[in-house]
Protein backbone atom coordinates (compact mmCIF):
# COMPACT_ATOMS: atom_id res chain seq x y z
CA UNK A 1 0.00 0.00 0.00
CA UNK A 2 1.47 3.73 -0.57
CA UNK A 3 1.24 5.54 2.48
CA UNK A 4 1.70 9.14 2.81
CA UNK A 5 2.88 9.90 6.70
CA UNK A 6 2.70 13.58 7.54
CA UNK A 7 5.60 14.07 10.16
CA UNK A 8 7.26 11.15 9.14
CA UNK A 9 10.89 11.98 9.95
CA UNK A 10 9.97 12.69 14.16
CA UNK A 11 10.07 10.26 16.64
CA UNK A 12 7.08 8.17 16.29
CA UNK A 13 6.29 8.70 12.58
CA UNK A 14 9.78 7.57 11.50
CA UNK A 15 9.29 4.62 13.67
CA UNK A 16 6.27 3.91 11.78
CA UNK A 17 7.85 4.26 8.65
CA UNK A 18 10.25 2.20 8.92
CA UNK A 19 7.93 -0.50 10.35
CA UNK A 20 5.49 -0.11 7.20
CA UNK A 21 8.96 -0.53 4.91
CA UNK A 22 9.48 -3.61 6.26
CA UNK A 23 6.49 -4.72 6.13
CA UNK A 24 6.49 -4.57 2.10
CA UNK A 25 4.81 -0.87 2.01
CA UNK A 26 5.47 1.91 0.07
CA UNK A 27 5.54 5.09 2.67
CA UNK A 28 6.12 8.81 1.53
CA UNK A 29 7.01 11.18 4.36
CA UNK A 30 6.19 14.97 4.24
CA UNK A 31 7.58 16.75 6.96
CA UNK A 32 9.24 20.27 7.20
CA UNK A 33 12.06 19.20 9.44
CA UNK A 34 12.03 21.83 12.17
CA UNK A 35 11.72 18.36 14.64
CA UNK A 36 12.44 15.66 12.11
CA UNK A 37 15.47 14.23 10.78
CA UNK A 38 16.49 12.95 7.28
CA UNK A 39 18.48 10.10 8.93
CA UNK A 40 15.60 8.79 10.85
CA UNK A 41 13.69 7.61 7.66
CA UNK A 42 16.09 5.47 6.10
CA UNK A 43 16.08 6.17 2.68
CA UNK A 44 12.02 6.44 2.18
CA UNK A 45 11.14 8.93 -0.37
CA UNK A 46 10.99 12.44 1.36
CA UNK A 47 9.36 15.46 0.63
CA UNK A 48 9.92 18.58 2.75
CA UNK A 49 7.26 20.82 3.51
CA UNK A 50 4.08 21.41 5.82
CA UNK A 51 0.62 19.38 5.52
CA UNK A 52 -0.63 23.25 5.77
CA UNK A 53 0.34 23.87 1.58
CA UNK A 54 -2.91 22.33 -0.07
CA UNK A 55 -1.42 22.80 -3.01
CA UNK A 56 2.08 20.23 -2.39
CA UNK A 57 -0.09 17.70 -0.27
CA UNK A 58 -2.57 17.72 -3.29
CA UNK A 59 0.42 17.08 -5.87
CA UNK A 60 1.91 14.63 -3.67
CA UNK A 61 -1.32 12.50 -3.52
CA UNK A 62 -1.48 12.53 -6.78
CA UNK A 63 2.08 11.86 -7.84
CA UNK A 64 2.80 9.26 -5.62
CA UNK A 65 -1.10 7.20 -6.32
CA UNK A 66 -1.30 7.59 -2.22
CA UNK A 67 -3.76 5.12 -0.78
CA UNK A 68 -3.64 6.30 2.60
CA UNK A 69 -2.47 8.90 5.43
CA UNK A 70 -1.18 8.54 8.70
CA UNK A 71 -0.86 12.00 9.69
CA UNK A 72 1.27 12.81 12.85
CA UNK A 73 2.85 16.36 11.55
CA UNK A 74 1.09 18.23 15.09
CA UNK A 75 2.57 20.66 17.60
CA UNK A 76 2.91 18.54 21.20
CA UNK A 77 3.83 20.37 24.12
CA UNK A 78 1.15 20.93 26.51
CA UNK A 79 3.45 23.56 28.14
CA UNK A 80 3.97 25.79 24.85
CA UNK A 81 0.52 25.29 23.60
CA UNK A 82 -0.95 27.69 26.82
CA UNK A 83 2.03 30.06 25.79
CA UNK A 84 0.67 29.68 21.75
CA UNK A 85 -2.31 28.83 21.82
CA UNK A 86 -2.90 30.38 17.91
CA UNK A 87 0.06 28.73 17.19
CA UNK A 88 -1.34 25.13 17.97
CA UNK A 89 -5.04 25.88 16.40
CA UNK A 90 -3.45 26.60 13.33
CA UNK A 91 -1.23 23.90 13.02
CA UNK A 92 -2.74 21.12 14.63
CA UNK A 93 -6.28 22.23 13.56
CA UNK A 94 -5.91 24.27 10.31
CA UNK A 95 -3.32 22.22 9.17
CA UNK A 96 -5.19 18.89 9.45
CA UNK A 97 -8.26 20.51 7.86
CA UNK A 98 -5.45 21.27 4.87
CA UNK A 99 -4.62 17.68 4.63
CA UNK A 100 -8.41 16.45 4.98
CA UNK A 101 -9.49 19.10 1.90
CA UNK A 102 -6.39 17.66 -0.39
CA UNK A 103 -7.52 14.28 0.36
CA UNK A 104 -10.94 14.81 -0.65
CA UNK A 105 -9.90 16.52 -3.87
CA UNK A 106 -7.59 13.49 -4.73
CA UNK A 107 -9.77 10.71 -4.12
CA UNK A 108 -7.43 9.45 -0.88
CA UNK A 109 -10.01 7.33 1.36
CA UNK A 110 -8.62 6.38 4.81
CA UNK A 111 -6.85 8.45 7.32
CA UNK A 112 -5.10 7.70 10.65
CA UNK A 113 -5.25 10.40 12.96
CA UNK A 114 -2.72 10.94 15.78
CA UNK A 115 -4.45 11.33 18.73
CA UNK A 116 -3.76 11.46 22.44
CA UNK A 117 -4.82 10.79 25.60
CA UNK A 118 -4.99 14.72 26.57
CA UNK A 119 -8.60 14.42 25.07
CA UNK A 120 -9.55 13.27 28.36
CA UNK A 121 -8.17 15.24 30.87
CA UNK A 122 -8.50 14.26 34.18
CA UNK A 123 -10.24 10.80 34.03
CA UNK A 124 -13.46 10.44 36.56
CA UNK A 125 -12.69 6.31 36.65
CA UNK A 126 -10.00 4.41 35.82
CA UNK A 127 -9.26 2.30 33.31
CA UNK A 128 -9.75 5.41 31.07
CA UNK A 129 -12.18 3.83 28.09
CA UNK A 130 -13.29 5.42 24.27
CA UNK A 131 -16.40 5.85 26.14
CA UNK A 132 -15.24 8.46 29.27
CA UNK A 133 -15.72 11.66 29.45
CA UNK A 134 -13.63 14.39 26.73
CA UNK A 135 -12.65 17.00 28.47
CA UNK A 136 -9.25 18.57 27.50
CA UNK A 137 -7.55 20.66 30.12
CA UNK A 138 -4.80 22.50 27.91
CA UNK A 139 -5.15 24.06 24.36
CA UNK A 140 -2.81 20.81 22.99
CA UNK A 141 -5.51 18.20 24.03
CA UNK A 142 -8.41 20.84 22.75
CA UNK A 143 -7.06 20.68 19.07
CA UNK A 144 -6.66 17.44 19.07
CA UNK A 145 -10.37 16.76 20.32
CA UNK A 146 -11.47 19.29 17.72
CA UNK A 147 -9.79 17.40 14.85
CA UNK A 148 -11.24 14.19 16.10
CA UNK A 149 -15.05 15.57 16.18
CA UNK A 150 -14.94 16.85 12.93
CA UNK A 151 -13.40 13.55 11.31
CA UNK A 152 -16.55 12.19 11.73
CA UNK A 153 -18.30 14.66 9.29
CA UNK A 154 -15.62 13.71 6.37
CA UNK A 155 -17.49 10.00 6.16
CA UNK A 156 -20.02 11.51 3.94
CA UNK A 157 -17.06 13.00 2.21
CA UNK A 158 -15.60 9.45 1.51
CA UNK A 159 -12.98 9.52 3.77
CA UNK A 160 -13.01 6.95 6.58
CA UNK A 161 -10.78 7.52 9.92
CA UNK A 162 -9.65 6.02 12.91
CA UNK A 163 -8.28 8.26 15.56
CA UNK A 164 -5.53 6.83 18.00
CA UNK A 165 -5.43 7.79 21.11
CA UNK A 166 -2.10 7.49 22.68
CA UNK A 167 -0.84 7.32 26.29
CA UNK A 168 2.58 8.22 26.93
CA UNK A 169 5.24 7.73 24.05
CA UNK A 170 8.33 5.70 25.47
CA UNK A 171 11.17 4.15 24.30
CA UNK A 172 13.20 3.75 21.34
CA UNK A 173 13.80 1.45 18.33
CA UNK A 174 14.76 -2.02 19.02
CA UNK A 175 17.45 -2.38 16.68
CA UNK A 176 19.71 0.94 18.94
CA UNK A 177 19.47 2.88 15.47
CA UNK A 178 16.62 5.19 16.07
CA UNK A 179 15.13 7.13 18.93
CA UNK A 180 13.91 10.67 20.36
CA UNK A 181 15.65 13.56 19.64
CA UNK A 182 15.63 14.85 23.37
CA UNK A 183 16.47 18.53 22.48
CA UNK A 184 13.13 19.75 23.69
CA UNK A 185 11.41 16.61 24.91
CA UNK A 186 10.19 17.22 28.54
CA UNK A 187 8.52 13.71 28.84
CA UNK A 188 9.46 11.60 31.67
CA UNK A 189 11.80 9.05 30.18
CA UNK A 190 14.29 10.95 28.43
CA UNK A 191 14.58 13.86 31.38
CA UNK A 192 15.43 10.94 33.79
CA UNK A 193 18.38 9.82 31.46
CA UNK A 194 19.70 12.78 30.44
CA UNK A 195 20.07 13.36 34.90
CA UNK A 196 21.38 9.80 34.92
CA UNK A 197 24.14 11.05 31.91
CA UNK A 198 24.82 13.90 33.64
CA UNK A 199 23.52 15.89 30.61
CA UNK A 200 20.56 17.27 32.53
CA UNK A 201 19.52 18.75 36.39
CA UNK A 202 18.67 16.06 38.73
CA UNK A 203 14.85 14.97 38.57
CA UNK A 204 12.32 16.78 40.15
CA UNK A 205 9.66 14.93 41.22
CA UNK A 206 6.41 16.99 41.16
CA UNK A 207 4.66 15.84 44.04
CA UNK A 208 5.59 12.64 46.46
CA UNK A 209 2.19 12.85 48.23
CA UNK A 210 0.03 11.42 45.91
CA UNK A 211 -2.19 9.05 46.99
CA UNK A 212 -0.69 6.17 44.97
CA UNK A 213 1.66 2.70 46.24
CA UNK A 214 5.06 5.25 46.59
CA UNK A 215 3.47 8.83 46.15
CA UNK A 216 4.21 9.49 42.99
CA UNK A 217 2.13 9.69 40.07
CA UNK A 218 1.03 6.91 37.67
CA UNK A 219 1.02 7.07 33.75
CA UNK A 220 0.51 4.54 30.88
CA UNK A 221 4.21 4.30 28.72
CA UNK A 222 3.87 2.58 25.43
CA UNK A 223 7.07 1.57 23.89
CA UNK A 224 7.51 3.60 20.20
CA UNK A 225 7.55 0.37 18.45
CA UNK A 226 4.02 -0.39 19.44
CA UNK A 227 2.76 2.42 18.64
CA UNK A 228 3.75 1.90 15.49
CA UNK A 229 2.37 -1.39 15.17
CA UNK A 230 -0.67 0.00 15.96
CA UNK A 231 -0.71 2.58 13.17
CA UNK A 232 0.52 -0.13 10.15
CA UNK A 233 -2.72 -2.15 11.59
CA UNK A 234 -5.24 0.77 11.73
CA UNK A 235 -3.88 1.52 8.05
CA UNK A 236 -4.53 -2.06 6.83
CA UNK A 237 -7.72 -2.25 8.99
CA UNK A 238 -9.11 0.75 6.67
CA UNK A 239 -7.86 -0.89 3.64
CA UNK A 240 -9.94 -3.70 4.32
CA UNK A 241 -12.59 -1.49 4.86
CA UNK A 242 -12.96 -0.72 8.96
CA UNK A 243 -15.48 1.99 9.41
CA UNK A 244 -14.45 4.90 11.26
CA UNK A 245 -14.04 4.90 15.14
CA UNK A 246 -11.25 5.84 17.53
CA UNK A 247 -9.18 3.63 19.82
CA UNK A 248 -7.07 4.33 22.64
CA UNK A 249 -3.61 2.62 22.47
CA UNK A 250 -2.30 1.75 26.28
CA UNK A 251 -0.97 -1.32 28.07
CA UNK A 252 -3.67 -1.32 30.68
CA UNK A 253 -1.08 -1.09 33.61
CA UNK A 254 0.47 2.77 35.01
CA UNK A 255 3.88 3.08 36.15
CA UNK A 256 4.83 5.63 38.81
CA UNK A 257 7.30 7.88 38.70
CA UNK A 258 9.62 6.28 40.91
CA UNK A 259 9.38 3.29 39.56
CA UNK A 260 10.59 4.92 36.17
CA UNK A 261 13.22 6.16 37.70
CA UNK A 262 14.18 3.29 39.49
CA UNK A 263 14.30 1.33 36.20
CA UNK A 264 16.88 3.99 34.82
CA UNK A 265 19.24 3.61 37.67
CA UNK A 266 19.17 -0.20 36.87
CA UNK A 267 19.90 0.55 33.03
CA UNK A 268 22.44 3.36 33.90
CA UNK A 269 23.96 0.95 36.81
CA UNK A 270 23.85 3.97 39.00
CA UNK A 271 21.14 5.95 40.77
CA UNK A 272 19.44 9.07 39.29
CA UNK A 273 19.56 12.26 41.18
CA UNK A 274 16.33 13.27 42.34
CA UNK A 275 14.85 16.60 43.74
CA UNK A 276 11.24 16.69 45.24
CA UNK A 277 9.47 19.20 44.40
CA UNK A 278 5.39 19.98 44.86
CA UNK A 279 2.64 18.58 42.33
CA UNK A 280 1.77 20.33 39.31
CA UNK A 281 -1.82 21.94 39.01
CA UNK A 282 -3.81 19.91 37.00
CA UNK A 283 -1.95 16.57 37.61
CA UNK A 284 -3.85 13.32 38.18
CA UNK A 285 -2.96 11.24 39.93
CA UNK A 286 -3.01 8.12 37.94
CA UNK A 287 -4.47 7.34 34.62
CA UNK A 288 -3.89 4.32 32.50
CA UNK A 289 -6.06 3.42 29.67
CA UNK A 290 -8.28 0.30 29.07
CA UNK A 291 -6.74 -1.06 25.69
CA UNK A 292 -9.75 -3.51 24.93
CA UNK A 293 -11.29 -1.85 21.70
CA UNK A 294 -7.33 -2.06 19.82
CA UNK A 295 -7.65 -5.64 20.84
CA UNK A 296 -11.35 -6.06 19.72
CA UNK A 297 -10.95 -3.84 16.38
CA UNK A 298 -7.01 -3.87 15.52
CA UNK A 299 -5.81 -7.17 16.84
CA UNK A 300 -3.27 -5.05 19.04
CA UNK A 301 -2.05 -4.98 22.50
CA UNK A 302 1.23 -3.40 23.63
CA UNK A 303 4.21 -6.23 24.07
CA UNK A 304 6.76 -4.39 25.82
CA UNK A 305 6.51 -2.90 28.94
CA UNK A 306 8.47 -0.46 31.02
CA UNK A 307 12.07 -2.78 31.36
CA UNK A 308 12.10 -3.02 27.43
CA UNK A 309 10.96 0.88 27.24
CA UNK A 310 13.91 1.74 29.60
CA UNK A 311 16.46 -0.33 28.00
CA UNK A 312 15.69 0.61 24.50
CA UNK A 313 15.75 4.25 25.37
CA UNK A 314 18.97 4.14 27.72
CA UNK A 315 20.52 2.40 24.65
CA UNK A 316 20.22 5.07 22.13
CA UNK A 317 20.44 8.40 24.09
CA UNK A 318 23.82 6.64 26.30
CA UNK A 319 24.98 5.72 22.61
CA UNK A 320 23.66 9.27 20.80
CA UNK A 321 23.53 11.63 23.33
CA UNK A 322 23.44 14.37 20.82
CA UNK A 323 20.79 12.51 18.54
CA UNK A 324 20.96 12.10 15.07
CA UNK A 325 23.90 14.13 13.09
CA UNK A 326 22.87 17.47 12.07
Given at each position: ?98 LLGAM ?217 PDGYP?
Amino acid sequence: MRVLVTGGAGYIGSETVRLLTSRGHEPVVLDTLERGHRAAVDGAPLIVGSVADAGLVESTLRDHRIEAVIHFAALKSVEASFVDPAGYFGTNVGGSFALLGAMGRAGVPALVYSSSCAVYGTPSDLPVRETSELRPENPYGETKLLVERALRWFDGAGIRSISLRYFNAAGAALDGRHGEDWTDAPNLVPVVIKAALGRGPAVRILGSDYPTADGTAIRDYVHVADLAEAHLLAVEALAGGLASTTVNLGTGQGSSVREVIEAVGAAAGRPVPVIEAPRRTGDPAAIWADPDRAQATLGWSARHRLDAIVETAWRWHSTHPDGYPS
